[in-house]
């Protein structure tokens, strides 16, 4: 009866290293064959022909859009739109609390000045030498 669990271990691992060489043995893939390369032209377009190399992205929304009264209906929202100066807000209140952690890092210089003045009478106490 001792057996049996040391066979039951030793099946396992057997079963385990057999799976493990099998997965090994894969097929091997074909070659690959890269495309042929496009011929290039041996003369390019000029510059003064060229299209127009400017991004979409380059341009601001004022030039994207040609209509005047979208334009203008636009830059409204954008000037009254709450959602927008909030993030404005925040934006300026991360940029304060941003510079007030680097003056945190920055030497502190400090200076201070007393002065007084005592005058006792002739028969006081302190007055008496």
Do not use: H
């Not at 032209?41 to 341009?59: E, G, I, Y």
């Not at 334009?71 to 925040?90: E, K, Y």
């Not at 000045?113 to 009478?121: E, I, K, N, V, Y």
């Amino acid at each position: 009866m001792r057996f049996l669990p040391r066979l039951a271990g030793w099946g396992v691992g057997v079963a385990l290293l057999a799976l493990g060489l099998l997965g090994g043995c894969t097929a091997v893939a074909p070659p690959v064959v890269s495309p042929r390369a496009t011929a290039v032209p041996s003369t390019f377009v000029s510059a003064a022909n060229a299209p127009d190399s400017a991004s979409v992205a380059q341009l601001s929304w004022q030039k994207f859009f040609a209509d005047s009264a979208l334009v203008a209906l636009v830059d409204t929202a954008l000037r009254a739109n709450p959602d927008q100066l909030i993030a404005v807000q925040r934006v300026e209140e991360a940029r304060a609390g941003l510079v007030a952690a680097r003056g945190a890092l920055l030497p502190i210089v400090s200076a201070g000045a007393t002065g007084g003045f005592d005058r006792f009478a002739d028969y006081a106490a302190l007055g008496q030498t």
